[in-house]
């Protein structure tokens, strides 16, 4: 009995936390040579992170562009997308025939070169406007500008993109007409691969999943085409590296697709609208029109193009079973219900639990987090927990509710860095079982209610450095696997692994800016003291992004302990 228990416990503990939009950094400055991807993987409810080179996602972020994970599988995979913009800007060393007037508006400056010591250096900027460089002269003198000197002039530009992983909290429009890609990504093997474009252009990522067995996987996008009751499914089978279109009948007929996700259980594929319901399709064994529809639950459906539902809203898959967890209002006071699908075929949901948020709110783990009572977001639901568990967004952050006995099981200062803080919900975190991660000879904290964390996180269980490749291509360099680890088990490591980013944060790397510049100052808070970050306070940015009040931060790092970020111990 006891080993069974265990066993259950070990399996609780066996899968992270993934938020979807991932890091964007400087290929050159932050990854080693030939390295496209690195992944932390942390038990959760930590967040764990992936990081991907820019040549990979070039595009700046924005709430209508952005790379995205829009699926995982329980073989370590996941199904990044990503509109490929840009790589590097393309006129670098290109010439217009013609004026572009770009330049206006950009900052003019003149460099003395010499040809002996390879050395350009800027000359102060005079007090009037630099004007036109061919009334510019050279006059050189024995102490001074001597023979080997020239006089470059220049308009500055940008000499980097400033918005590498910034969020743009709203749409730019920026990236129509860039290519979009899919790339699959492996955290046993390290190796990010590009998948061959369809023929068809590829779509809405909320339309996309993963399908995953042992030797192989699906990617499956869904083109609904409303006007025609039609949908076209494109589908790239890693078996025989090419895609197939197939046209499918298309049960909701003239009613547009929310595009909320796509859920992977039973070995089917599961298309999420969250105003409307679910679409299915047996992908190995799928027959020409076999699309099956599945309503919400009675009562649930809401008009087409409803927005905000993933924070109030969510279906995902929990210890075998099929879910659907929704917040609404009753006679004006919040509830959160739970619904189990019973039959596919007939449309048939169980309500297996429902809690009012007054009782949340009065549970003491929950006062203790020191968190108003407010609705919170949706986040997830637990993947492995037998019961109803709910994980919620609220500030900074993430905790876990048992729906039925009305209990905060668990919280955690969650370090997702985009979106911002407004914009967090179901849509932008993945539930990531892993079959292929060993288990640990350690006793795992009891999940009912283990005891809160305030500390600093724990190390990450796996961590891995992977390059990229195209399917189909000659690998552009193999991967290589920097440290794997589940509590007290290693896993072998490579030979000769790239060194890693230290982990450890002086004082000197610590961004210093004023706080004029947040976004929605009224949602930002502190995640060391918990207290709003005003347009009038001094703010600390870390490396990883993270913002904290410079105090805070300071009294931080000056801890006996290694320096590291307080969110995510980068």
């Not at 068809?200 to 996987?217: D, E, F, M, Q, V």
């Amino acid at each position: 009995m006891a080993a069974a228990e265990g066993a259950q416990r070990a399996a609780l503990e066996r899968w992270a936390i993934l938020p979807c939009i991932p890091h964007v950094v400087y290929d050159e400055v932050n990854l080693p040579p030939g390295v496209d991807v690195h992944l932390y993987l942390t038990a959760a409810p930590r967040a764990s992170r992936l990081t991907v080179a820019r040549r990979i996602a070039p595009d700046r972020k924005a709430t209508d562009n952005h790379p995205y994970v829009a699926a995982v599988d329980q073989h370590g995979r996941l199904l990044l997308y990503a509109t490929l913009g840009h790589s590097r800007p393309p006129y670098l060393d290109s010439f217009h025939p013609g004026p572009l007037g770009e330049h206006h508006g950009f900052p003019k400056a003149y460099f003395v070169c010499s040809a002996t010591t390879g050395v350009a250096s800027r000359i102060r900027d005079p007090d009037r406007p630099i004007g036109h460089p061919g009334n510019a002269g050279l006059l050189g003198y024995s102490t001074g500008y001597y023979h080997g000197r020239l006089l470059l002039y220049a308009t500055l530009g940008h000499s980097r993109p400033p918005y590498l992983d910034s969020f743009h909290p709203g749409p730019l429009g920026e990236h129509h007409g860039f290519p979009k890609a899919y790339f699959v990504c492996s955290a046993t093997t390290g190796v990010a691969s590009r998948i061959r474009d369809p023929d068809r252009p590829i779509g809405h990522p909320g339309n996309a999943g993963l399908l995953g067995y042992s030797t192989g996987y699906y990617v499956a996008e869904l083109q609904p085409a409303p006007t025609t009751g039609t949908a076209t499914l494109i589908l790239y089978s890693s078996d025989s590296g090419a895609w197939t279109d197939e046209k499918l009948t298309y049960p909701p007929h003239d009613r547009p697709w929310g595009g909320n996700g796509v859920v992977s259980h039973q070995e089917r594929l599961w298309w999420v609208d969250l105003s409307y319901g679910l679409l299915t399709c047996d992908l190995p064994h799928r027959h020409h029109g076999d699309l099956l529809y599945v309503p919400l639950p009675e009562g649930c459906e809401l008009p087409a193009g409803a927005v905000d539902l993933e924070k109030s809203r969510s279906v995902g898959v929990s210890a075998g079973r099929l879910r659907y967890v929704q917040i609404d209002e009753r006679d004006g006071d919040p509830i959160v219900s739970m619904w189990t699908l019973i039959d596919q075929h007939a449309g048939t949901w169980h309500l297996d639990c429902e809690a009012p948020f007054e009782a949340i709110w009065a549970d003491e783990v929950y006062r203790g987090t020191n968190l108003p009572p407010l609705v919170p977001a949706v986040a997830l639901i637990h993947p492995e927990h037998p019961g109803d568990v709910v994980y919620f967004f609220l500030h900074s952050r993430l905790f876990a509710v048992d729906v039925r006995l009305r209990r905060v099981l668990e919280w955690q200062f969650f370090a997702m860095l985009h979106p911002p803080m407004a914009y967090h919900s179901s849509q932008f975190v993945r539930a990531w079982k892993m079959s292929s991660i060993p288990d640990s000879d350690e006793t795992p904290i009891d999940p009912v209610r283990p005891p809160l964390t305030r500390g600093v996180p724990a190390a990450p269980i796996h961590e891995s450095w992977a390059s990229s490749s195209i399917l189909g291509d000659a690998p552009l360099q193999r991967n290589h696997i920097v440290h794997s680890k589940w509590p007290a088990q290693a896993m072998m490591m490579s030979a000769n692994p790239p060194k890693a980013p230290s982990s450890q944060i002086p004082f000197e790397r610590c961004h210093i800016v004023d706080g004029a510049g947040l976004v929605r100052t009224d949602e930002e808070e502190c995640p060391l003291c918990v207290q709003p970050m005003t347009p009038d306070e001094v703010l600390s940015v870390l490396p990883c992004g993270h913002k904290f009040h410079k105090g805070c931060n300071d009294l931080w790092l000056s801890r006996p302990s290694p320096p590291s970020c307080a969110c995510c111990c980068v």
